[in-house]
C-alpha cells in the first residue's frame, strides 16, 4: 500500500508520531512502511470487509476502484495456496 496526498500524510504521520510530510522519504523504509500499512488498513476499516470476504470492497478502499482486480484475485488465490 502506498500513502498519497498531502492530508494523508499529515493523519499517517500524526498517528504514528512521524514527520512524514517533511520526510516523506521514511515510507521508503520497511519499518515505516510497513507501519503505515497496517495504519491505513485500521482507519479504513478493512478488517471488517476482509473478515467478511469482501475482496471488492476491499479493493474499492485501497485503489478506490477495481482496477486490477482479475491480477489480484489471482495473486490472492497464490497466497491463501501458499499458506495452506
Not at 1 to 13: D, F, P, V
Not at 16 to 24: A, I, K, N, R
Not at 27 to 47: I, R
Amino acid at each position: 500500500m502506498q500513502i498519497t496526498g498531502r492530508a494523508q500524510y499529515q493523519r499517517c504521520g500524526a498517528a504514528l508520531g512521524l514527520p512524514l510530510v517533511e520526510q516523506p522519504d521514511l515510507l521508503a523504509q520497511p519499518g515505516p512502511a510497513v507501519l503505515s500499512a497496517a495504519w491505513f488498513w485500521q482507519v479504513n476499516g478493512l478488517n471488517e470487509l476482509a473478515d467478511a470476504g469482501d475482496f471488492e470492497a476491499i479493493t474499492r478502499r485501497i485503489n478506490g476502484g477495481l482496477n486490477g482486480l482479475a491480477e489480484r484475485r489471482a495473486l490472492w488465490a497464490k497466497f491463501r495456496e501458499a499458506l495452506a
